[in-house]
């Protein structure tokens, strides 16, 4: 009974009419669709089914939730079996299909939905599970309940420990000379009041009985806690293992299960049916996170938790807990929120203990019989005490003088070096690199890897697998790098911390061979030339010279000399003390009497010694005997042992590289607000997506997928990628860099301190002339008696020959400087005074022990104008070496022709005026030292006396520096010329050109280093110079600060008026147009000398004056810290000197570049082997090149997550997807190859005046990235509205909701996706070109090759997915692409390629030619507007306007130095 418009067809002769309407040659295989699927027996009545309509039927006013109704009526009105004005509530007048319908003549043939198969939660599987979950939480409880009884007083038994070392005292018996050096250790155990007490320690005594966290303690102070095994608690951890693993296992069984591959490859074949799959999923996913995130959070006391906290002294480990806090290395730059945000954050550190850092110590024994227990924590030995049972670090102390030194020259027993070794530890730190695959783990267990696997999950889950295994191909490779990287770096610093080799030592009276590991405080070692230096120590006898480059960046060799039997004060860090010591890390040169010389690794000794080097067959022969048990033969250079393993300097070196302070950045604080923004902005995109997307569990699913695309886990990574690329940069211009954030830190430098000496002038002084002293009634050799009014300077001689003799011998004797072959060791300037003389030092054998040195003239015969017959020979027999604190060194010599005692002092000429004798100086001294400073010299002043003839040459040895250097006349000036080096000026013009002030600290004369600062253009050549000196002359009781004009001496009494009027002068310019060196250079300079400074400081006026002053002069070691300490507190200052006496400067300073000849030098972060001033402005530039990177790459990466989270809101917002393709070309190819293109831009040829903005929501960046996203946001809804507003599209828009939209890779077959895909990739590409601008600091964006090429290559892959007629390329992305039938209908020509069949009743997404245009003009005046954005608002005319304005409104908060 079929409606005459599909009546049965007429079949032929050799067919028949089948079950379902159509004519076959057998009907056998047919099936009747009636049936439903059911046997015909289960029916009431069988029909027959009618033939296919091959029309097509209009529904008005479709809606999909009731298509079935809709379509019924209008098929029935179509052919005839309604009413033509029939309605819904009329009915199509056809009944529904039932089995037990019967005698109706026709029916619908909607077969009723088959039931879905459903999980109960009571299967086999989910009882195992609930089960394995509940019986795991029980035991955790249980454990836990056990745990806090058995640790109910664990509190008490917890130790406080300090770090600084308790000093164990050391007994000495000087009673028999034999016994001089014999020690003996007093154990804590046995004589607990043998050990000092520190003021750490009675902090610890004083600490509460029960502490509960080290966030209660002092930084630098130590929580210690004992723990003991448990069986149950060790199965309890590896159980929390399992089940994290359990965890991922499951996640895994959810997803096969999805995909069908886990039973018969059914989907869902086990959880039923998708709604139960994606609830289990989602719920797993949850509690497994949680698990996760609950394990990393505890990762650190885990192990401890299942182990029972005991006594210190019955522990088998021992937890040390450490509180350490941040270092901002940036203050300034926080604004209320910033400050808001670390309030808030600082709190949670405090509640959950954030800034602790945990390790685990095993509690180890020396061996099995011995009881007394240590723990190794950051390579320092902590020591059990049996008395207290509490754990200490210990130090030797084997005294603070020479004499006290040298009564150790005997050395040790075995039996006192065991015991000590037990203290200290082994002389060798150990670096534990892990294996690759460990530190792999190690890298994944971090919260950022936990983020990107959970997302994965997701993505592999909702059939987003292709682009899952992308980002997953991307994460592990990233991963390799950052390992490999790292186990590169760990593997340099181990083979440099690891070193062992044998040395000779003195144990039980004899010389032994052992190895360097066993060594101890005490030790007396035996110092042969090529041997590198194991420990810290002082030189008991002989001499030695040492390479020092890798650890002070000093480039001259050093020479060392021995203790002297005296009281005099020792400290190895300080002054004087420095000559007599040696240092681990540096390679001895050569020394007195080597013993053994290796001719491949050690250099001829040629300092005066009786021993000669040996053959190798000796020395073969020697080795021999020292194996069998020792070497009669005394070696002549003997070093004492003060210091090893990690209290050397070079140990605290390396423990700094292993355990760095963790700094914090201005970017880093302002990270945490901009993740907190991007949190928020996610979150609110997440609450759309499931409110857009049918609040469903699938909307949960879109939610996690713009969760997982706005908060971009590459963006901490992306910070960094600018200060790897710079560190890069720098190496292949010879500047090394060990602490890879200070790179950064470069491109924000404010002040740059210079040394002056062999920094901003050449290497070293040439000798100028010497000018003397003369008095009317001198004799001879130039000694006179006269009154002060007779003394005056006679004019200045360069041959030194002609001077008197006893300025001759004094120069040619008043000097430190010894000779290594050819070569002369020493302070450049004694070198360059002692080759000036034209005198010999004399090499082999001394001709008595006493004698320090022997100098011969260079006179072999009478000379003209000269008082010598003939070669005289001289012998230093005292000298004391140059002290910064005293500025002078003196020596005392021994004439051999007149057996007459000199003594020498050589020092500063304020120095010397203060110590000579006042009639010896003349009227005219201050006059004529200033003259020579402001002509640039070096100027340094000579004393003498003479002690007559000298029986006892030994008692002169004996006597105390102020006896030796008391009641001198002056002799003669000294004059040196210190040039500056030829790149000198044009560097500092750079830098000033750059807006970085430039300062001087010199430990010169202030007058020497007013005239190298007009020189190097530091100073302007009409500026007017004030110095600032204390007067003493004045009757005031106290010292009183005077500034004077450099020009003519002139006292300024209004020096704080005539600033005020230069910082005047200077804000009016800035108004002004030109450039920034003109608008701040200064009309007035001040400059200070090292009392001036230490006065301002002492008064707290220093600050005040700090920013004004350009040249601080006379500075110590010590001052020159302080004076760069005090800048860092006004602005990031960087430090450059050759690593000498800076070396503290260096380290203090932000930013510390050593000009040193070493690749790596550990002076400062930075070290340059170009010793050129310009190694500074190149790191500047590449400094502020990679900071301008890591913030482009954090603005590409926001904006990807911003533009990212519009696409799907909008995309969801009309629900569709964009093809599968499109997200594998966004996220696999455009966000990652152009994130790395960004950071190859190449750096300025010049520096910018200005630096790049380090805040991450600063107004500069918050500018860049909105208005970015609104301008895209903008163009993005524009062409959405003009697609709806076109008529071909109208009655073709996609309507998703008779669509399952778990589907997702169903809905992209549509023009809404094709024309949001076309337009978000313009946007995604174009981000790169935008944020690459910043041709100030980087060079024009199109030298960025890389960049340049990705950029117009993903621009012409667009513009054809856009413009293109359907083609391969096109239909790949399902862009401009459709059916092959319905192409043919649309007048293209079939396609040859395979096409998946389109899923919209169109059959395509071809857009009209004419609109293809008009899409792809509209995207290009997208990337337009973006560009000039950029160009003209943030970074241009529009922007520096917004910013004058708002300056004028607001005023300038910031710091403007003078230039």
Excluded at 350 to 368: G, H
Excluded at 511 to 516: G, I, K, Y
Excluded at 1169 to 1197: D, M, P, Q, W
């Amino acid at each position: 009974d079929c409606p005459e418009a599909i009546q049965p067809p007429t079949c032929a002769s050799n067919e028949q009419l089948c079950d379902d309407g159509s004519c076959q040659s057998s009907c056998d295989a047919v099936v009747n669709p009636c049936l439903c699927g059911l046997a015909s027996s289960a029916v009431a009545a069988v029909y027959k089914a009618c033939p296919k309509y091959g029309n097509t039927v209009t529904v008005p006013s479709y809606d999909p939730s009731i298509k079935i109704e809709q379509l019924a009526l209008a098929c029935a009105q179509e052919w005839g079996l309604a009413a033509a004005n029939s309605t819904l509530e009329d009915g199509s007048g056809v009944p529904s299909w039932s089995a037990e319908s019967a005698g109706q003549p026709i029916s619908w043939s909607d077969c009723p939905t088959p039931q879905e198969p459903q999980l109960s939660f009571t299967e086999d599987f989910c009882i195992a599970f609930y089960a394995i979950l509940g019986a795991e939480l029980v035991m955790y409880l249980l454990w836990h309940m056990y745990k806090t009884v058995r640790e109910r007083h664990a509190a008490s038994l917890r130790q406080v420990c300090s770090q600084v070392p308790s000093s164990l005292a050391v007994n000495k018996n000087t009673a028999d000379s034999a016994d001089i050096g014999k020690s003996s250790v007093l154990a804590a155990e046995e004589k607990p009041g043998s050990i000092l007490s520190s003021a750490a320690d009675v902090a610890e005594n004083t600490a509460p009985k029960a502490i509960s966290s080290a966030a209660e303690l002092p930084e630098g102070m130590l929580l210690l806690r004992g723990y003991d095994n448990s069986l149950v608690g060790m199965a309890l951890y590896y159980l929390s293992l399992l089940s994290t693993a359990g965890w991922i296992v499951l996640l895994a069984i959810i997803v096969s299960d999805y995909y069908g591959k886990v039973k018969g490859g059914v989907a869902y074949g086990l959880l039923a049916n998708s709604n139960t799959s994606m609830a289990v999923f989602i719920f797993v996913w949850h509690l497994g996170a949680v698990w996760m995130v609950a394990m990393l959070a505890c990762m650190a006391r885990l192990r401890n938790y299942f182990r029972i906290e005991c006594p210190l002294s019955q522990a088998h480990v021992v937890q040390v807990e450490e509180r350490q806090e941040e270092m901002v290395m940036m203050e300034g730059t926080q604004n209320r929120l910033t400050l808001l945000v670390n309030r808030i954050r600082e709190s949670l550190v405090k509640k959950f203990d954030l800034n602790i850092v945990i390790e685990t110590c095993a509690a180890q024994r020396l061996s099995r019989d011995d009881e007394r227990v240590f723990i190794e924590y950051h390579c320092t030995r902590y020591v059990l005490s049996n008395a207290d049972g509490r754990f200490q670090c210990h130090s030797f102390g084997l005294g603070n003088t020479h004499r006290a030194l040298l009564a150790h020259r005997n050395g040790l027993t075995t039996r006192e070096a065991r015991d000590r070794g037990f203290y200290i530890g082994e002389n060798f730190i150990r670096v534990a690199v892990p294996s690759f695959p460990v530190a792999l783990l190690k890298e994944f267990l971090s919260y950022i890897y936990l983020y990107q696997m959970m997302c994965m999950w997701v993505w592999f889950y909702f059939n987003y697998y292709k682009m899952a295994l992308v980002q997953f191909s991307v994460i592990i490779a990233s991963a390799f790098v950052k390992v490999a990287i790292r186990l590169h770096s760990e593997h340099k610093v181990k083979s440099l911390a690891e070193h062992n080799s044998q040395c000779r030592v003195k144990r039980d009276g004899k010389w032994s061979v052992l190895s360097t590991a066993d060594l101890v405080p005490g030790d007396v070692v035996a110092v042969e030339a090529g041997m590198e230096i194991m420990c810290d120590g002082c030189v008991l006898q002989g001499e030695v010279v040492v390479d020092e480059s890798s650890l002070t960046g000093e480039a001259m060799p050093v020479r060392k000399l021995p203790l002297k039997m005296d009281d005099m004060a020792y400290d190895a860090q300080k002054g004087a003390s420095k000559t007599y010591s040696v240092i681990a890390g540096t390679r001895v040169l050569q020394c007195t009497g080597s013993v053994i010389v290796s001719p491949s690794q050690s250099l001829p000794t040629l300092l005066s010694g009786k021993s000669k080097p040996k053959s190798e067959t000796e020395s073969e022969s020697e080795n021999e005997n020292e194996n069998e048990g020792g070497v009669d033969q005394e070696p002549e250079t003997q070093i004492l042992v003060t210091q090893t393993r990690t209290a050397t300097d070079k140990g605290k070196l390396i423990k700094r590289i292993l355990f760095p302070v963790r700094y914090s950045f201005v970017f880093d604080e302002q990270l945490r607000v901009a993740v907190l923004f991007l949190l928020a902005y996610a979150g609110l995109g997440f609450a759309l997506s499931i409110w857009l997307m049918g609040h469903d569990m699938t909307s949960w699913l879109y939610g996690v997928f713009v969760l997982a695309q706005t908060c971009q886990p590459l963006i901490p990574a992306s910070l960094t990628i600018g200060q790897s690329v710079a560190a890069h940069r720098l190496r292949r211009q010879n500047i090394f860099c060990i602490d890879l954030p200070r790179t950064i830190m470069a491109g924000k430098v404010q002040v740059f301190c210079f040394d002056k000496t062999g920094t901003l002038t050449k290497e070293g002084l040439e000798y100028f002339a010497v000018q003397g002293i003369q008095r009317p009634d001198a004799d001879a050799d130039g000694d006179s008696d006269g009154n002060r009014q007779d003394v005056g300077f006679v004019a200045e001689e360069a041959d030194m020959s002609r001077l008197p003799n006893v300025a001759q011998v004094g120069l040619a004797a008043c000097h430190a400087v010894t000779v290594m072959g050819d070569q002369l060791i020493g302070n450049p300037v004694d070198i360059e005074q002692f080759r000036a003389t034209d005198w010999e030092i004399k090499q082999g054998e001394r001709d008595s022990e006493l004698y320090l040195d022997t100098l011969i003239s260079p006179f072999l015969e009478s000379i003209g104008g000269s008082d010598k017959l003939g070669r005289q020979t001289v012998h230093v027999i005292k000298r004391f070496e140059f002290v910064h604190a005293r500025q002078s060194m003196s020596v005392a010599v021994l004439d051999q022709s007149t057996g007459h005692v000199h003594v020498y002092v050589k020092g500063s000429f304020e120095r010397l005026k203060q110590m000579a004798n006042a009639r010896s100086v003349p009227a005219d001294y201050d006059m004529m030292t200033a003259r020579w400073a402001r002509e640039g010299c070096y100027v340094l002043a000579l004393a003498h006396k003479d002690l007559g003839p000298v029986d006892d040459v030994a008692a002169v040895t004996r006597m105390s520096r102020e006896q030796i250097e008391g009641d001198c006349d002056l002799v003669s000036l000294l004059l040196f010329r210190n040039k500056l080096k030829d790149d000198t000026a044009s560097a500092i013009m750079e830098l000033k050109g750059g807006d970085t002030r430039t300062v001087m600290i010199t430990g010169d004369t202030a007058l020497t280093g007013v005239y190298i600062a007009r020189q190097c253009g530091m100073v302007s050549p009409t500026a007017r110079v004030i110095l600032g000196d204390v007067d003493r002359s004045s009757a005031a009781t106290e010292p009183q600060l005077a500034w004077r004009d450099t020009a003519d001496d002139a006292v300024v009494n209004d020096i704080d008026q005539l600033l005020y009027s230069e910082r005047r002068d200077i804000d009016e310019a800035e108004g002004r147009l030109g450039n920034v060196v003109s608008k701040r250079t200064p009309s007035v300079e001040l400059a200070v000398t090292a009392a001036a400074f230490d006065h301002l400081v002492s008064t707290g006026a220093i600050r005040r004056y700090l920013t004004d002053i350009r040249i601080f002069a006379r500075m110590t070691p010590q001052g020159k810290v302080e004076c760069v300490q005090l800048h860092m507190e006004r602005a990031v200052t960087a430090m450059c000197g050759d690593g000498g006496n800076d070396c503290g400067a260096l380290r203090a300073a932000h930013v510390g570049m050593a000009l040193s000849d070493s690749e790596a030098s550990i002076v400062s972060p930075f070290s340059s082997s170009n010793r050129s001033i310009h190694s500074c402005v190149t790191l500047l530039r590449e400094g502020r090149s990679g900071l301008a990177t890591s913030i482009a790459g954090y603005k590409f990466l926001i904006n990807y997550g911003t533009t990212m989270s519009m696409l799907e809101i909008v995309q969801f917002y009309f629900s569709v997807i964009v093809p599968q393709a499109v997200w594998i070309m966004i996220d696999s190819f455009i966000t990652v190859g152009l994130c790395i293109a960004v950071t190859q831009a190449k750096t300025a040829r010049k520096l910018a005046p200005s630096r790049p903005t380090a805040r991450l929501i600063g107004a500069h960046t918050l500018a860049s990235i909105w208005g970015q996203t609104a301008i895209n946001y903008a163009f993005l809804y524009g062409m959405m509205g003009l697609l709806f507003r076109q008529s071909w599209f109208r009655c073709h828009e996609f309507d998703s909701r008779d669509i399952d939209t778990s589907l997702w890779w169903l809905l992209g077959d549509n023009y809404e996706a094709e024309v949001i895909s076309l337009v978000c990739m313009f946007q995604f590409v174009n981000a790169a070109a935008v944020y690459n601008f910043g041709y100030r600091y980087r060079r024009a964006w199109i030298t960025n090759y890389i960049l340049a090429v990705l950029y117009a290559g993903f621009i012409a892959i667009i513009s054809i997915l856009v413009l293109a007629d359907p083609n391969r390329f096109g239909c790949m992305f399902r862009i401009n692409c459709g059916d092959p039938d319905t192409l043919v209908g649309l007048g293209y020509s079939r396609p040859s390629w395979g096409i998946s069949s389109y899923n919209n009743p169109t059959g395509h997404n071809v857009m009209p030619t004419r609109f293809r245009w008009t899409l792809w003009g509209l995207c290009i005046a997208n990337i337009v507007l973006c560009l000039a954005w950029e160009k003209f608002v943030v970074l241009g005319p529009v922007g520096r306007l917004a910013k004058k304005w708002w300056v004028g409104r607001r005023g300038d908060s910031k710091l403007k130095l003078k230039l």
